[in-house]
Each structure stands twice: as C-alpha cells, then as structure tokens.
C-alpha cells in the first residue's frame, strides 16, 4: 500500500503540482480513505517528502570513459524531454511552489543538485581538468538551463544545443572529444519536431513511469 500511495502522489504531485494536489485527491485516486493514507504518512507535508525522497537516486554505474558519460547526460536529457510528459525537475518545482524556506523539500533539492555537480566533478578530476569545481558547477548550470528551456519552449532539442555548448567547455579545459555522433535518419525524421507534453505519449503508463528518472 505504502508503493501504491507513493506511485499515486509522485504521477499526481509531478503531473499537476503539489500545491493543486491535496490527500483528499490522492487517497480517491487510490480508493482508500483518508485515515489509511495517513497511517502511513501523517501529513502532506510527510508525502512531499517521500515523494521527492524516491527520485532522489544516484546515476547508475557505468564503465564508459568519462567524457562520455558526461555528454551522454545531455543525451539522457534529450530522451526525457521527447517522452510526451516531461514537467521540468521536480525537485525545482517542489521548491518553487512550496515557499518555504524551512521545508524539507528544499534541503532534498540541494542534495539532488550537489549529487549532479559532484557527479561531474568526479568524472572531471579523472579527465585531470586542472578546475573540476568550476566546469562541474557550468555543466550542472548548462543541464539546469537546458530543463528550464525545455519545459518553456517544448522543444527536446535544446538538450543537443546544450551538449555542443559542454563540449566547447570540456575541449577548452583541454579535454579530447568524440566525434559527435549523427542521429540515424530514422530516429529523427526531418520536419519532425518532437514536442514535449504529447498527450497520447503522456496517457501511457509505462512512459509515465519512465518520465520518473532523475531529469534535473
């Protein structure tokens, strides 16, 4: 029960806002009442929490070189905009729509933000980039950025926009690049304009869940 509530309030509190949302919603989407849903979260405020906690995972391992997973994030980015239900980070829009400075949610935000910098930190510093700090900080703002201009303009695309943007970064911290490479003919038609918010997209359940990675 405890996995159904919280499938439940992450689709509805990521879908049409924390705030639009209240318990009420999420225990009658459910089919429960009230009382069992408290039971195993004593408030709203308890469920924002869990809600944001879940989403708060690390990258999984991976045994590409570096540079490659770091523009490979920008790629990931790209995929997560294109699935039709993309609505920015929510750990972003948690923080915006709260207010409240004192609130949990805030502190999972920055945990979430500093474990992206720190990851790219990491793989910069085992590219021996004399300031990793620094391109770790500009590559977080490049990915933040393009999330921003993704959910305003409903155009996938500037994730590619922001992966050529770290590549001028990582090539002038005299790091080697990959040829980028070119996307299949198929997989991107041209005049085909992948918008973010497709409805059929987003009135699928396992893309719905999918739309759960870690996008921010």
């Given at each position: 029960?405890?996995?159904?509530?919280?499938d439940?309030?992450?689709?509805?509190f990521?879908?049409?806002?924390?705030?639009?949302?209240?318990?009420?919603?999420?225990a009658?989407?459910?089919?429960?009442?009230?009382?069992?849903?408290?039971?195993?979260?004593p408030?709203?405020?308890?469920?924002?929490?869990?809600?944001?906690?879940?989403?708060l995972?690390?990258?999984?391992?991976?045994?590409?070189?570096?540079v490659?997973?770091?523009?490979?994030?920008?790629?990931r980015?790209?995929?997560?905009f294109?699935?039709?239900v993309?609505?920015?980070?929510?750990?972003?829009?948690?923080?915006a729509?709260?207010k409240?400075?004192?609130?949990a949610?805030?502190?999972l935000?920055?945990?979430?933000?500093?474990?992206?910098?720190?990851?790219?930190?990491?793989?910069?510093?085992?590219?021996k980039?004399?300031?990793?700090?620094?391109?770790?900080?500009?590559?977080?703002?490049l990915?933040?950025?393009?999330?921003?201009?993704?959910?305003?303009?409903?155009?996938?695309?500037?994730?590619?926009?922001?992966?050529?943007?770290?590549?001028?970064l990582?090539?002038?911290?005299?790091?080697?690049?990959?040829?980028?490479?070119?996307p299949?003919?198929e997989?991107?038609p041209?005049g085909?304009s992948?918008r973010?918010?497709?409805?059929?997209?987003?009135?699928?359940?396992?893309?719905?869940r999918?739309?759960?990675g870690?996008?921010?």
């Open positions: 029960m405890r996995e159904r509530i919280l439940t309030a992450d689709r509805l990521y879908g049409q806002g924390i705030r639009a949302v209240g318990v009420d919603t999420v009658a989407e459910i089919g429960i009442s009230k009382r069992t849903l408290y039971n195993y979260f408030s709203k405020d308890a469920l924002i929490v869990a809600y944001l906690s879940r989403r995972r690390p990258l999984p391992p991976s045994d590409l070189p570096p490659e997973q770091i523009l490979g994030n920008f790629e980015l790209e995929r997560t294109a699935q039709g993309f609505r920015g980070c929510p750990f972003v829009n948690a923080v729509e709260l409240e400075p004192a609130h949610a805030n502190r935000a920055l945990e979430f933000k500093e474990q992206r910098r720190l990851w790219f930190c990491d793989l910069l510093v085992r590219l980039v004399k300031d990793a700090d620094t391109l770790a900080m500009q590559l977080q703002i990915a933040d950025g393009a999330i921003a201009t993704a959910l305003v303009r409903g155009e996938p695309e500037v994730a590619v926009t922001a992966a050529k943007a770290a590549r001028v990582l090539e002038a911290a005299g790091v080697k690049l990959p040829k980028p490479s070119k299949h003919p997989e991107r041209q085909a992948r973010v918010g497709n409805s059929q997209t987003a009135a699928h359940p396992s893309r719905r999918a739309a759960r870690s996008s921010g």
